[in-house]
């Protein structure tokens, strides 16, 4: 099972939804992808930015609904 085995009754009685999506990337279009966000043809709208310690502030923000644009997450280098 992938990402993880889990336990559904109990994930069930928790009244967690367990979802999957698998991504993957295409060398080719990611190139023109990045020439095209170099060239400001597409943007990205933030709604707001917080440091990945503050992922559980990120998520309450996703839940209020309302966002004009992505909620991104901040990784100290």
């Known amino acids: 099972m992938f990402p993880g085995e889990f336990d559904e009754e109990e994930t069930s009685k928790l009244g967690i ?5 698998q991504v993957r990337s295409n060398g080719t279009q990611l190139a023109e992808l990045a020439r095209l966000l170099d060239a400001g043809a597409v943007r ?4 707001s930015t917080f440091p990945l310690a503050d992922a559980r502030a990120a998520h309450e923000r996703a839940a ?3 966002i004009q644009g992505k909620i991104v997450l ?3 280098q």
């Open 44 to 47: 990205v709208a933030i709604d």
């Open 64 to 66: 209020r609904g309302h």
């Open 74 to 76: 901040t990784v100290a």
């Open 17 to 21: 939804t367990v979802s999957i999506a």
